[in-house]
């Protein structure tokens, strides 16, 4: 009956959102099935006897389970400390991050200096045809677009003057799913950048959807399919009480340290409930200038794009990136069909303690009523 309790307090919280979330967890599986009611659906329920008679049990119990959460909260505590005395701390540090690219994942074979394309002046990249995914199908010149980016490392700082940014694959064990709430958003733009931005950090942060506060599953259930959101299970952590939380750090070296505590308090504030952005871009977003940037990677160089275009990013803070692509004249005659899908690539710092970025398809502030000067079939 506890577990059924649990469950039914979920239904009806979730109902009032007119979403409804039915979570099973147990030491080894946790099972997700999420249902999605429209108006349609609440029309059917009234033909569903079975139906409203569970949702009224549900509603009979939820003062019960209300009374039980207080206990439940030690229990998982205590589950935390028995980890380390179980063996469980060194699968946890081996653990990989939920986006693990690196600037050891750029090829910089190609690159080119920030002059690169001095003296040209940029079309609106945001003008060129579109495929029915949303990438950009592109034509032989230079464009420029400044569009969405979010944070996918806590625990870093954000850009600085003289970072150089390259391209990069997104890699990791959630580099499906946050390359799927990247595309879903450019549909969606009642979803704002700031409830995107925080379900991301739950998400690089290992936050299991079972302990994700509703405003945070919300998004994500209009982000994301009901098969999709099965995606945001494997690999996440539950909080980890501070008893563990030292033994680790004791374990990691230091510039790992700020990133697994980062990860684990915004893991708390996702469970919370009620935490702001400004909450988790605390812990998120470390104050100050990152170190030195590296010389050889100045701010401005640009990458050599796999399908052999050049396309180089300039940050300004994490929320906003300016993307430059140059697409030469012979690349188009021998690779026709070229494309630029934003979320399937991370500007990837060489300045390891700054951000990673994310970037999309979304352009800030375009204006439509210009027109290109170059002829795209």
Not at 30 to 56: E, Q, V
Not at 156 to 184: E, F
């Amino acid at each position: 009956m506890p577990c059924l309790n649990f469950y039914c307090l979920l239904m009806v919280r979730s109902l009032i959102a007119v979403r409804a979330t039915v979570i099973r967890s147990n030491l080894h599986r946790t099972y997700i099935i999420f249902i999605k009611f429209s108006f349609t659906n609440l029309l059917l329920m009234k033909k569903n006897k079975h139906l409203i008679i569970t949702l009224f049990a549900c509603l009979f119990c939820v003062m019960t389970a209300q009374a039980q959460f207080g206990g439940l909260g030690k229990k998982l505590l205590d589950k935390g400390s028995d980890m380390v005395s179980g063996g469980s701390l060194s699968k946890i540090l081996k653990q990989p991050q939920a986006i693990s690219t690196s600037f050891k994942d750029v090829d910089k074979t190609g690159s080119k200096p920030p002059s690169f394309m001095e003296g040209k002046t940029p079309e609106p990249l945001y003008l060129l045809p579109k495929t029915a995914e949303g990438a950009y199908k592109l034509c032989a010149g230079y464009y420029e677009m400044t569009n969405k980016s979010y944070c996918l490392h806590a625990g870093t700082r954000g850009p600085s003057t003289g970072d150089g940014y390259m391209l990069a694959p997104v890699i990791g064990p959630k580099r499906d799913v946050v390359i799927l709430i990247l595309k879903h958003a450019e549909k969606l733009p009642d979803v704002n950048q700031r409830s995107i931005q925080v379900l991301l950090w739950a998400i690089i942060a290992r936050t299991r959807f079972v302990d994700m506060g509703n405003d945070i599953k919300l998004t994500a259930t209009k982000l994301l399919s009901t098969n999709e959101l099965l995606m945001l299970e494997g690999g996440a952590l539950g909080v980890l009480p501070a008893s563990v939380m030292d033994k680790a750090k004791g374990q990691l070296p230091a510039a790992a340290q700020s990133i697994f505590e980062a990860e684990n308090n915004i893991r708390r504030l996702a469970a919370s409930g009620n935490a702001s952005y400004e909450d988790m871009e605390k812990y998120a977003m470390l104050a100050g200038l990152a170190p030195q940037p590296d010389p050889e990677v100045p701010s401005g160089i640009w990458s050599l794009h796999p399908d052999g275009y050049y396309i180089r990013f300039v940050p300004h803070g994490y929320q906003r990136t300016t993307v430059q692509i140059y697409v030469p004249q012979e690349l188009i005659s021998t690779k026709p069909g070229l494309i630029y899908d934003g979320p399937n690539g991370i500007a990837c710092p060489a300045n390891v303690g700054a951000q990673r970025l994310a970037q999309t398809n979304e352009p800030l502030n375009p204006d439509y009523t210009k027109k290109l000067k170059v002829v795209c079939n």
